[in-house]
């Protein structure tokens, strides 16, 4: 059989959609999307994007196949079991997409290569499940005019939404750090709820690849699985926040900053950075810090440091950022 009839006849039923069309598929073949996260969010948001025709994605990923990944995640098998996520996956897209475009980048996204990953691509899907990591990307698409599909999923519910673009931030809807730092691990995940809105964070990148009306950019969708209902709200005109408080890498710290390490020394025996001062969050005071040079407030995930930004805040009128330090600290 002809290989160009073959290719062709992949994307039949999505060409007789008068709203795609051949205009449409070729539209899709010439994208570059970037897939931040190749876990439960990102294994559907990167089979349906590959599967849609989509000519190039760039997916980062630091984790590797873990057991428990397996029921929710179906691009693994237990073959991939301790092997790079991205790795696994460019097997698997290659095999359903030969001509796909894929860079797969075994790194975890974070401020210092957060421009460089988004500057060339059209669009981004958060899929990461990181506070930091998509307050960096929403900080990132907000100044490049990107487009930012971000989800987060939880026990039997979830959202996803789509920010930038030049609507509102993901700081605009949500300007206040979480209350609860609860995730998959310890409050568990049903597998068809992440499959369910990764779905949907592909459907619309394709929504917004091919311009259909009307436009989601600037709409939360949500979704309760335990009690069966559906929500969402436009979020268009939401403001955003008049002091952000971003997170920064740490290429960005200089010898001028003060960085305050909140984590105990049984959790972090190494600091964030050698010269950071240990201040626990419970002792910490607006007080204790310098109003003359930058405070870098440093604890795992950042969310801790986040929260202690915004008590804080009221009392301090310097400059505040957060640094997500990670297993290395």
């Not at 196949?65 to 237990?78: D, F, G, I, S």
């Not at 998959?184 to 990148?205: F, K, N, R, T």
Request: aromatic letters at 6%; a negative charge; glycine letters at 10%.
């Amino acid at each position: 059989m002809d290989q160009g009839l073959c290719h062709m006849s992949r994307f039949d039923r999505q060409i007789a959609l008068p709203e795609v069309g051949a205009e449409g598929q070729a539209k899709l073949a010439a994208a570059h999307v970037l897939v931040v996260g190749a876990g439960g969010l990102g294994s559907p948001v990167l089979q349906y994007l590959a599967g849609a025709g989509l000519g190039e994605i760039t997916v980062m990923d630091g984790d590797s196949v873990e057991a428990t990944n397996l029921p929710r995640q179906p691009l693994y098998t237990p073959a991939d079991i301790g092997r790079y996520k991205v790795d696994a996956a460019r097997e698997r897209l290659r095999a359903m997409a030969p001509e796909l475009r894929l860079h797969p980048h075994a790194r975890d996204l974070t401020p210092d290569n957060v421009t460089a990953a988004v500057t060339p691509v059209d669009l981004v899907i958060d899929a990461a499940d990181s506070h930091a990591v998509s307050y960096t990307l929403s900080d990132c698409c907000q100044r490049l005019g990107r487009d930012l599909i971000s989800a987060s999923a939880l026990a039997q519910s979830g959202y996803v939404g789509v920010f930038c673009g030049g609507g509102p931030s993901l700081r605009a809807v949500f300007p206040d750090p979480p209350s609860s730092a609860a995730t998959c691990a310890s409050s568990g995940i049903m597998g068809p709820v992440v499959g369910v809105i990764g779905a949907w964070q592909a459907q619309l990148a394709l929504k917004l690849l091919l311009n259909h009306q009307p436009t989601p950019r600037g709409r939360l969708f949500s979704m309760d699985f335990a009690g069966l209902q559906m929500g969402g709200f436009d979020f268009s005109t939401a403001e955003e926040p008049s002091r952000p408080v971003p997170f920064i890498g740490r290429n960005a710290i200089t010898d001028e900053d003060y960085v305050v390490e909140l984590r105990p020394e049984q959790e972090a025996p190494t600091p964030a950075v050698r010269a950071a001062v240990r201040i626990l969050p419970e002792a910490l005071r607006a007080s204790d810090l310098p109003r003359d040079r930058r405070v870098v407030l440093a604890c795992h995930s950042g969310l801790r440091a986040w929260r202690m930004a915004a008590e804080i805040a009221p009392e301090f009128a310097g400059e505040i950022v957060l640094l997500a330090a990670g297993r290395r600290g």
